[in-house]
């Protein structure tokens, strides 16, 4: 079974940069594509990225397209999501997620997404 870790998160200003980690175990991606979501504080959890297991990005969050991008090394077992440009609103809780699927949903949802990591913050504060 897939089990996922983040890791990265942290306190950053607006305008800088954070890499968060996705490392997997107990199986690899090669049947499975890899979502980041984000939950704010008092809202839902939502989809931001996905990555299919041959390495196409679906973008389901207007608000991060061309600061957010997700890339893999399998080597290291390891997704990452590239934050640029940060905002306030950016700040939450990330969460990597491994769907049942190889492909990434067209819409987000979080119906295919069966392993999850427990998380890791990103706060974005002046």
């Known amino acids: 079974q897939l089990q996922l870790v983040e890791s990265g998160g942290g306190l950053v200003r607006p305008g800088e940069s954070l890499r968060l980690s996705c490392t997997f175990s107990g199986n690899t991606l090669d049947y499975h594509a890899l979502g980041w979501f984000r939950q704010a504080p008092g809202k839902e959890r939502e989809g931001i990225l996905c990555?299919?297991?041959?390495?196409?990005?679906?973008n389901w969050e207007e608000s991060v397209k061309g600061r957010f991008t997700i890339s893999k090394d399998n080597a290291k077992r390891t997704v990452y999501l590239q934050m640029n440009d940060l905002k306030p609103e950016d700040a939450g809780v990330y969460y990597c997620a491994g769907a049942y699927d190889s492909n990434c949903p067209r819409v987000r949802t979080r119906d295919v997404f069966i392993s999850w990591g427990p998380g890791t913050q990103v706060t974005v504060s002046s």
């Open positions: 990555m299919s297991s041959s390495g196409s990005l679906t």
